[in-house]
């Protein structure tokens, strides 16, 4: 069974510009969710989307935004492109929502795209 | 942002030796999480806990889920250069998932 799959692995952007990101669930799983990952703040949630709707936001700033389509994947648009937009940005699936729901079901990383803003 | 205090947040072990680390919080969580990240690569599960109290093996890992349920621990026995990496906590509830910062584990062979 293929895992999480992101793509590009490697980004390398300048200030001001946009990009998006794309990533392919394991098959079967509904929910997708996505972190920023930095060294000095570790791993933050941005969104959640489930059958296609943004379910869930973290406390990022309206840049950051994304989107899923009928067959699970998901993209993630970050526009005017800052210095500190530099991370490893991660996509996560899951069975069911992560935020919702008796039964949590655990989440599975993909390997991440390194964003570089020069 | 983390707001699971995890602890040690590194470790440098011979080869051989065992490991311990664990997670606290204020609040309470339904489930726990640990997972293991290499460097450039995202992280990957290891161990879920559901029910409080709970202790679950994989391999040479054993994780617990606190009885309290603001709290867990994963344990490595017989540490191997491979171990290394950065060991991340989570915990999860309806409407909130939390990491720790991590535990950044070396292994000296």
């Known amino acids: 069974k293929a895992g999480v799959t992101q793509t590009p692995r490697y980004l390398i952007k300048t200030r001001g510009q946009q990009v998006t990101l794309s990533c392919s669930p394991i098959?079967?799983?509904?929910?997708v969710s996505w972190y920023q990952q930095t060294p000095g703040q570790g791993l933050q949630f941005l969104f959640e989307y489930f059958s296609e709707t943004q379910r869930n936001k973290g406390n990022f700033p309206g840049r950051f935004s994304g989107r899923q389509f009928s067959n699970s994947r998901s993209e993630m648009n970050v526009s005017t492109l800052e210095l500190g937009d530099s991370a490893l940005y991660l996509c996560?699936?899951?069975?069911?929502?992560?935020?919702?729901?008796?039964?949590?079901?655990?989440?599975?990383f993909g390997n991440g795209t390194r964003l570089t803003v020069t | 942002g983390q707001q699971l205090n995890q602890s040690p947040q590194s470790m440098f072990i011979q080869e051989g030796e065992d490991v311990s680390m664990n997670c606290t919080s204020s609040?309470?969580?339904?489930?726990w999480l640990w997972y293991k990240q290499d460097p450039g690569e995202g992280p990957v599960l290891l161990i879920a806990l559901y029910k409080a109290g709970e202790l679950t093996s994989n391999g040479r890992l054993t994780a617990q889920f606190g009885i309290t349920r603001k709290d867990s621990f994963l344990n490595i026995s017989a540490s191997i250069p491979s171990d290394v990496g950065i060991y991340f906590c989570a915990g999860q509830r309806s409407n909130d998932m939390r990491f720790g910062a991590g535990t950044r584990l070396t292994v000296k062979p």
């Open positions: 609040s309470i969580f339904n489930t």
């Open positions: 996560a699936s899951s069975l069911s929502l992560r935020t919702g729901g008796k039964l949590d079901s655990p989440l599975h």
């Open positions: 098959s079967g799983h509904r929910s």
